[in-house]
């Protein structure tokens, strides 16, 4: 009985509609906004487990909203990277929200749960969509949610950050569109199944991608257009970095990847290289600043440009091993969501406690607020990609690939990359053991943020053991394969 | 007058926009930037819906058009609400030069 | 239901969870953390134990788990894996009680107790480990549970030290990462097997092999402070005296030593790592490290550093005996890895007890000490002479054999290396020796506790002398079964005769 309603029920549809109303609850009873994001999100991890357990059985699903199919109606299309990307949204956004409840003022809570709610709804949308088009929709309404969530604590840099932020953002999105549109052009439609089998190696593809990867690239801060990213991230309110690095970011790497997976991969002409060396200049440049840094969460901002980085590497990797590198890629995208989720609500944390983020005067918080520090210190495990931990099963994948094809100069980059990034996480918790040169009073910081951060920190340990369940269900409906072909 | 020439200049209309995106330090100048890139963008959808003699325009780049003047709209109003906020704090509505330290 | 499937899963997590749950104890809860410290001590020691008999009589414990496409976590009980495990269960029993007494009244316990179970959890799930995977796991895990150790203190000294020794051990794992990462390319498997997994490898291969080799033993020789991969060591003396036992004797530097040997014997396997020509260089490299070590061990007046000195030259020895691939020579090296943990866990543990006491700190202010704690200097004059090689101390066995191995391997050079070395081990203990009893005490000590009529508190006395015992029946008692001279044996004769 129960399992026929699991299986036959629109879960897809759901996982729109939910946060959205959510999102309008939240703006008309804003007392109780608190309570209706959190029971919001914990619907939406199990709406999301549903569907895994869906299409785990019954295979992708696929539906067209009212009957009409695209280019006209709205598709919805639900396969196992969706899956994972609705993961990642809902998991690590459950962590975020139960934070948030604790971090905000109410008056503050009033305006973030309605935008958070959308930015979600926005993001599930995207996630679920089986066409280019409305894949621009959603990825203008992350944006715009994104943005305003940016701005919602004010001040000088807050505001700054989300102008800049704004700006990027939309150029990204006008650039995508442009490549609908010569998409559309030249292929006739917008439905990505479609484009798929009628894509050829004419200029007008190129061009199309050419433009729909820059403004993706802007948008996912890849070297050199990172620019905007570091100060965004790090003027935000904790919760909001948190969101930002761990899932904002990663709506446009899906995109780029479903594209590239779908689309062009088998007429690339070289652009994974391409896409490639910026990854790999994003790993070292990114850990090197954020090396550089002597303030907490621009430090972090910086990590997740470096992260990032990683992902890309499995685009030149992939022509040779398509699916295991994407499963690493796919593996490394959920292990950082978590991780930097916690690192910068544990950022939040020791910012709440002392009233600032300077490294140097960290003072003793691992006596003092043991949970925090642990929670960055797990986080950083991950990060790094030591073992047992989500990052290190992302990295050794990638690695694992980068040996066999004989990449050497990818090697060295994952490495290093791993070394850097031990260096500047290492040099927060150095920090964290000594006294400050002056002792500063402290505010108490509640124990539902500390757990919040330890929490996710700790799931992206778990994940070091959980790849043999997690990797077959991204593979459902073999979303990788298509990459594997190559001309 | 064909439907490619349409297209060009909306292309030359993103191109500009885009310039002007990166030159202005005024916030105002780079939102109608951004507007005049998004009206390029129609423009070229729009050229590229009539697909060849008297067959009738493809609609649904139309469609897709009057959405995206949807997001426009609301896009623009988010910016200039930004910007006031932003000119309200710091005297001037311009991007602040420094990276916050 | 297969219980002998989960013992080794039990033995790792026998610390593992009292150490989590210690983390979580409010900073009083002393009678609690002291329980759940010496119950998981107890129970870890109770499975080894069920361990060791269940191995005599036939049974294989091994747990499998999976954990990456085509890879597992492997935790076996073989022969080499139980005589690292029983002697890192043995010690970290010792070391918590010595800990405890020496930490006594000191801040932040929940969280030094918390991380000193770890770090034997990672001890113990490097001896156990079945794979080179699951053994890379523990080994960064290891580096990890460590570093708050190291800079418990929270000083500036102390946070340099950990740096230090973080960027030793982070490039060493990343080079021994690498290295497996790149074996695993070739092979496709990363099970430990005796006489090692690569002779399938055709000649194609060799030069990326000996790179792989070059780079395990690099990442490993961090750890077990091969010059001069060893500067962290005199460094990571900032730490408080039982941590600096447990990384000179049971963990650390251990882990490393043993990764060697079963990189040696279980992966590349003696007779292939001979035929690629890689076995004298690493003799060299030990032989080397050994006088180097003794060499700067004579010219401390801090004691700690004198130790640790020593600990750098002790345990190429493991490595020499390893690297000069005979029988004999292997006897001699595995079995110091138990001798040298016993007695360097002594000479720590009563270098600690004279700090603690007396304020003693440098070897000039040791005068007389014997007279004033003569239990102490007793187990450290055992320990010294086990270290020397005077036989009837453990540590005569291992040069013992470590000389005939080298004899049956026609390299003489290593008598020389060893004479050289014991020489050289005489002229730094045994003037400790001379002055610690023979010498007049001073008026007064540079800063002393008083423990009423025992010369130092239980907790502190009862271990060194437990273990420096431990030291001398190793040695008197070496032909019994049982004994690590036959646990060594036994291995040797797996690695080189068995069909």
Redesign the interface.
Same mark, same amino acid.
């Given at each position: 009985m129960l399992q026929a309603v699991i299986a036959d029920s629109h879960w897809a549809i759901i996982l729109i509609l939910l946060p959205l109303a959510a999102a309008v609850l939240c703006f008309l009873y804003a007392r109780a906004a608190n309570i209706i994001g959190v029971m919001t999100l914990s619907a939406l991890v199990l709406s999301v487990a549903a569907l895994g357990w869906q299409i785990r059985e019954t295979g992708v699903y696929h539906h067209a909203i009212g009957g009409w199919e695209a280019p006209l109606g709205i598709g919805l299309y639900a396969d196992g990277l969706s899956l994972l990307m609705l993961t990642i949204t809902a998991v690590a956004g459950l962590g975020i929200s139960i934070y948030a409840t604790s971090y905000f003022k109410q008056q503050d809570a009033a305006r973030f749960w309605p935008l958070w709610l959308l930015l979600l709804a926005s993001l599930n949308a995207l996630y679920l969509s089986a066409d280019i088009f409305n894949l621009y929709i959603t990825l203008e309404l992350v944006g715009l949610a994104a943005v305003a969530l940016a701005a919602l604590t004010g001040g000088r840099d807050a505001l700054a950050g989300a102008m800049r932020y704004l700006l990027a953002t939309l150029l990204g999105s006008l650039a995508y569109l442009l490549g609908v549109a010569l998409l559309y052009h030249g292929f006739g439609s917008v439905d990505i199944a479609i484009l798929a089998t009628q894509a050829e190696p004419v200029p007008v593809l190129w061009v199309a991608f050419g433009l729909m990867g820059a403004g993706l690239a802007l948008k996912m801060a890849l070297v050199p257009l990172h620019f905007w990213l570091p100060a965004t991230h790090a003027s935000a309110a904790a919760p909001v970095s948190a969101l930002l690095s761990a899932l904002v970011i990663k709506g446009a790497f899906y995109i780029l990847l479903r594209l590239w997976l779908e689309i062009f991969a088998p007429h690339s002409g070289g652009a994974e290289t391409l896409l490639g060396l910026l990854g790999s200049a994003a790993v070292i440049w990114g850990s090197l600043q954020a090396l550089r840094q002597t303030r907490l969460k621009l430090l972090i901002a910086y990590s997740t440009v470096a992260q990032l980085g990683y992902l890309f590497i499995a685009f030149p990797l992939s022509t040779m091993a398509g699916a /295991?590198v994407w499963s690493a890629a796919g593996y490394l995208a959920l292990s950082h969501a978590l991780a930097k989720a916690a690192m910068f609500l544990a950022a939040g944390n020791l910012m709440r406690f002392g009233g600032h983020d300077r490294i140097a005067d960290l003072d003793?918080v691992?006596?003092r607020l043991?949970l925090t520090a642990g929670a960055f210190a797990l986080a950083g495990?991950s990060i790094i990609g030591? *073992?047992?931990s989500g990052g %290190? #099963?992302g990295k050794?994948?990638l690695?694992?690939a980068a040996?066999?094809q004989g990449r050497w100069e990818l090697?060295v980059v994952i490495?290093l990359g791993?070394?850097l990034a /031990? @260096?500047y996480v %290492?040099k927060v918790? =150095? &920090?964290a053991? !000594?006294?400050a040169p002056v002792c500063q009073k402290a505010r108490a910081v509640p124990a539902r943020m500390e757990w919040a951060a330890l929490l996710l920190a700790c799931g992206a340990i778990l994940l070091g053991?959980l790849? *043999?369940f997690i990797?077959p269900l991204m593979d459902i409906g073999d979303p990788f394969s298509a990459s594997g072909v190559q001309p | 007058m064909s439907s490619f020439s349409f297209a060009l200049a909306g292309i030359g209309l993103f191109v500009l926009g885009l310039h002007a995106l990166i030159v202005h330090a005024h916030l105002l100048r780079k939102i109608l930037a951004i507007n005049i890139m998004g009206s390029g963008v129609s423009l070229v959808l729009v050229a590229l819906a009539r697909r060849g003699g008297d067959a009738l325009p493809d609609a649904v780049p139309h469609a897709m058009v009057i959405t995206g003047i949807v997001v426009a709209v609301s896009a623009t109003a988010l910016a200039l609400v930004l910007m006031l906020k932003l000119a309200a704090e710091t005297g001037s509505a311009t991007l602040p030069d420094d990276s916050p330290e | 239901m297969n219980w002998d499937a989960w013992i080794p899963l039990l033995v790792v997590a026998s610390s593992l969870l009292p150490g989590l749950v210690i %983390?979580t104890l409010a900073e009083e809860r002393i009678r609690l953390r002291t329980g759940l410290n010496l119950f998981g001590a107890l129970t870890k020691l109770a499975l080894v134990g069920w361990m060791f008999w269940g191995v005599y009589n036939g049974h294989h414990f091994e747990t499998r788990?999976?954990?990456?496409?085509n890879l597992e976590l492997v935790l076996r009980a073989g022969p080499l894996a139980l005589l690292f495990v029983s002697l890192s269960t043995v010690l970290w029993l010792v070391t918590t009680i010595y800990a405890i007494g020496y930490l006594e009244g000191s *801040?932040?316990r929940s969280?030094f107790f918390g991380f000193f179970s770890l770090c034997v959890t990672a001890t113990v799930g490097v001896a156990l480990s079945g794979n080179m995977i699951t053994f890379?796991?523990f080994y960064?895990?290891l !580096?990890?549970a460590t570093?708050?150790l190291l #800079?418990?203190r =929270?000083?500036?000294e /102390? &946070?340099r030290a =950990?740096?230090t020794y973080?960027v030793y051990t982070?490039?060493g794992? @990343?080079l021994l990462?690498?290295g497996t @990462?790149?074996l695993?390319?070739l092979t496709g498997t990363l099970e430990f097997t005796p006489r090692g997994f690569l002779s399938g490898l055709g000649e194609e291969h060799r030069h990326a092999l000996i790179i792989i080799f070059v780079l395990m033993i690099a990442g490993l020789g961090v750890k077990a402070a091969l010059v001069p991969l060893h500067g962290w060591l005199p460094l990571a003396m900032v730490a408080p005296a039982p941590v600096s036992a447990l990384l000179h004797a049971v963990a650390v530097v251990k882990a490393g030593a043993f990764g060697i040997v079963r990189v040696v014997y279980d992966v590349f396997g003696v007779d292939f790592a001979t035929g690629l020509g890689v076995m004298e260089p690493l003799a060299w490299l030990a032989g080397f490290t050994i006088i180097y070590g003794s060499l700067r061990a004579l010219f401390q007046d801090d004691l700690k550093r004198r130790l640790a000195f020593s600990t750098i030259s002790q345990v190429s020895y493991i490595v020499l005996g390893v690297a000069i691939a005979g029988p004999i020579a292997t006897i001699g090296g595995v079995v110091h890895l138990v001798h040298q943990g016993l007695m360097k866990i002594t000479l720590f543990f009563c270098a600690g007890n004279l700090a603690e006491t007396l304020g003693i700190h440098k070897v000039s202010e040791m005068n007389g000490v014997g007279r004033r704690m003569p239990w102490t200097m007793a187990a450290f004059t055992i320990g010294a002479f086990g270290m020397i090689g005077a036989p009837p101390v453990a540590g005569f066995i291992s040069k013992w054999y470590l000389g005939m191995g080298a004899l049956e391997a026609g390299q003489s050079w290593v008598l020389l290396v060893l004479a050289g070395s014991s020489l050289l081990n005489a002229a730094y203990f045994l003037p400790i020796l001379h002055a610690a009893w023979f010498r007049k005490s001073p008026e007064s000590w540079p800063h002393e506790h008083d423990f009423g009529r025992k010369e130092t508190a239980w907790a502190l006395l009862l271990p060194p002398l437990i273990t420096a015992a431990l030291a001398l029946a190793a040695g008197l008692l070496a032909t019994l079964p049982f004994s690590p001279l036959e646990w060594a044996k036994l291995i040797s004769v797996r690695e080189f005769y068995r069909p």
């Open positions: /295991a003793r691992v006596q043991p495990v030591l *073992p047992p %290190f #099963v050794w994948l690695l694992e040996l066999t090697v490495i791993s070394l /031990a @260096a %290492f918790l =150095g &920090r053991f !000594t006294q053991f790849a *043999p990797l | - | %983390f788990l999976p954990l990456l496409p *801040p932040h969280r890379l796991i960064e895990f !580096t990890l570093y708050p #800079v418990h =929270g000083t500036e /102390a &946070r =950990g740096h973080l982070m490039i794992g @990343a990462l690498l @990462a790149w695993y390319s």
